[in-house]
Structures are given as C-alpha cells and as structure tokens.
C-alpha cells in the first residue's frame, strides 16, 4: 500500500485531500513523492510564516528538545514565559493563555467572556457572533462559526450565541441587551471569503462595547503573526480588542495557540478555571520565541508589506473576464471568480502552485511570508496559464 492507500483505509474519513503526499521541504517549496517540486501559496492554511527549515525556529526547536519536551503546567519553563512577554510588549494586552490550535484559543476566549459576564455583568452570558465567520471546530467554536454547513449534523448546538451580519453595525444594534458580554469578530474573514472588516465597523463596534460593558474578541487566528503586515491586524485598524485570539502562524507548524486579553479581563480567570496540558508546550513556545526574534532581526513585516502590494499588482495584470474582485492585506489575499474556483486549484497545483479556496469561489492566497517578488512573478505566470 502506498501512503496514500494506508491514510485512505486507516485515518478517519473527515477531510477531503487532494491525491498528493510530500515528503520534503524546503524554503517556500513542497517535494512529492516523485521529486515534483510545488511553490507554496498556503504555507499549511497560513501557518508556516518563515516556509520551512528556517534555521533559527528548527535550532530553537532542537535546542528545547534536547532538554525536554513537556513538563505540564504544573511547573514555569523559560520559553512559555519568554513568549507571554514578547507578546505582551508586542501588543496591547496584558496576560497571555497558551492553547494548542485556534479553536482551542477561541475556546478559552469563550469561556473567559462568560466568566467576565458572571463577575462583571449579572451573569450575562450572550455572545455575538457574526455570520459567514470561522472561528473553529469543537461545539462551543463550530456553534460560533456562522455558518450553517459547518453546524449541521451537530446540535444541539451551545446556547446564547447570536449572529450579527458582518460590517453592519444596525444588525449589531438589535442584537444589544443587558445579557450580552461579548462580540467576536475577525478583523478579516478568512474562510468565509477573505473579507476585510470595514474600519468604520470595527470603530463602532469598539463603541459599542465601550458603551454596554461588552468585551471586543478579535479572532486572529489567520490574520494574526505577520500575516497582514503588522504583528495582528487590529494594529491596522487602530482598534484595540479586549481579547485577542492567535494560532496557526505563532509556532511556525508546531502546534500553539494563544489567547490574550487586558487584566481587566484576564483577572476574570483564577486557577482551575481553564486549564490545558500541553499549553505552553516548551518545544513550541521555543519556536514562537524565535520566529518573534526573526521577525525584527529580518524586518519580515516590511517584506509582507512590500510582495503583498506587488502581488495585488501582479494578480492585477492577469486578464479575465472571470475575475469579479481581487483584494486584500499584506500577504492575505484573494481573488474571486464568477465560478467556483475547485478546478482553478487543482490546475495550479498540477503545474507546481499550491494554492487554496476561501468559500467556493475565491481563490487564496497566503504563502510564507518570506517570499520574494520572484516567487510571485512565478506564481502568477502559472495563474495566467489557469485562470
Ligand atoms: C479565523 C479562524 N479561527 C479559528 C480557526 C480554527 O483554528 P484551528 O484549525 O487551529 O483550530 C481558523 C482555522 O482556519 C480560522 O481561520
């Protein structure tokens, strides 16, 4: 049996893969079976920020490894508190809760609103969520992913959760009461169509918590490490959430998560309120230590800022008719079709392009954040050939 044969009979039937199996990488490009070698545009879903075997993350790694994997949060290791306070100086927040993945940050983000809204609130437990979002797959984040396909099947679903229409601040509005504690939003809807927040609704969102003692949960689990040429992408925006929630990029494929909120609402949270046995995992606070220390000893953030433009400009230049829009920040773009864009990827990746859908018809782009101009110029000239 070949890997893929052993995968297809032994590995639970939850994902759809494309009939590919890597075996090597390198820089920004994947190596098949075969040798073929593919120019990388979904770094994982928008997580290996520095592509792979970056030297500084893969000796940070071995260096932690040969002391120890996993020790529990029962004791302190250096890399978990080295990284709390890089993020905290980093950004607007004051304490930091280590996950595992992003539904697992939203999670905890989840469950430290509502203990804010048991303190601070009368109890109130409401969450706005907004529809077309992603925040995840356990039943607390599928059930604030605002999206019926994601749902089916799974209910009864967690209570208290209601849907606002993203970038229409009068159907926020209605939803306002006494029993709400929390808004969660991405700054840029990733899965559901690489759609950027409008500032003016983020601004009056912000005011809006201000006004009702609702706390702002911004969902950075794609936006977030670089990817839209800040650090996080409220940085974009000059909107400061209350909480924050990151993963994917921060441990350059290792597994982490992040949740991070001000004191006023950290303080919500004592021991044995929330808890997880690999958070913090040192091997992977380490790699997060180094890719942070790569990024200002690399200026990475000026080059996500310059390819970014310069592919927008370049996807620009592809002509066709079927091409409805082509937008978005940093190295987190999108271009949607008129059709659904399936065979559009599957064409890319047999002529060596890897990239991957947001919703049916948008085609995304979210490649390591190292990548030059010359990586595009190849990337695009396989799109002229596709699209
Ligand atoms: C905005 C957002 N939130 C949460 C998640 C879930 O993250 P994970 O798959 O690590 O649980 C994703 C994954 O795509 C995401 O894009």
Do not use: W
């Not at 690399?298 to 927008?312: M, T």
């Amino acid at each position: 049996m070949n890997i893929k044969q052993l995968a297809d009979n032994f590995v639970m039937n939850t994902y759809s893969r494309f009939p590919l199996t890597f075996v090597d990488a390198k820089g920004v490009c994947l190596y098949d079976e075969n040798g073929k070698e593919y120019l990388d545009f979904t770094s994982g879903i928008a997580v290996n920020a520095l592509g792979y075997s970056n030297e500084a993350v893969l000796n940070a790694a071995k260096e932690q490894m040969e002391k120890f994997f996993h020790t529990s949060n029962l004791y302190y290791t250096e890399p978990m508190a080295k990284l709390a306070q890089k993020l905290v100086e980093k950004t607007c927040f004051d304490k930091v809760f280590y996950a595992n993945s992003g539904a697992e940050a939203n999670e905890a983000a989840f469950k430290l609103a509502r203990k804010y809204g048991y303190l601070n609130k009368n109890g109130a437990s409401k969450i706005i969520s907004m529809k077309n979002s992603f925040h995840g797959r356990t039943l607390a984040t599928v059930t604030l992913t605002g999206q019926e396909k994601y749902q089916k099947g799974f209910s009864p679903l967690v209570e208290n959760v209601l849907y606002a229409t993203f970038n229409n601040i009068e159907s926020v509005k209605e939803l306002i009461s006494d029993d709400v504690c929390a808004i969660f939003v991405e700054p840029i809807q990733g899965e559901g169509g690489l759609l950027p927040a409008k500032p003016e609704f983020l601004k009056e969102l912000r005011q809006i918590c201000d006004d009702n003692n609702i706390l702002l949960i911004f969902d950075e689990v794609q936006t977030g490490v670089g990817r839209t040429g800040k650090l996080y992408c409220y940085q974009n925006y000059d909107v400061e959430p209350d909480i924050l929630t990151s993963a994917k990029a921060l441990g350059c494929g290792m597994p982490i998560g992040a949740m991070m909120a001000k004191d006023f609402v950290a303080n919500a949270f004592e021991p044995g309120n929330h808890a997880s046995t690999f958070g913090g995992n040192p091997v992977a606070c380490a790699c997060a230590n180094a890719l942070i220390d790569e990024f200002d000893e690399k200026d990475i953030l000026s080059n996500v800022n310059e390819v970014g433009v310069y592919l927008i400009e370049q996807l620009k230049t592809i002509n066709s008719p079927n091409i409805k829009d082509i937008r978005g920040l940093g190295l987190m773009v999108g271009i949607e079709l008129n059709t659904e864009v399936k065979d559009v990827v599957i064409k890319c990746m047999e002529k060596g392009l890897l990239v991957i859908n947001a919703g049916a018809k948008v085609i995304r782009f979210v490649p390591p954040l190292v990548i030059t101009k010359a990586d595009v110029d190849k990337a695009i000239s396989i799109l002229k050939e596709v699209i």
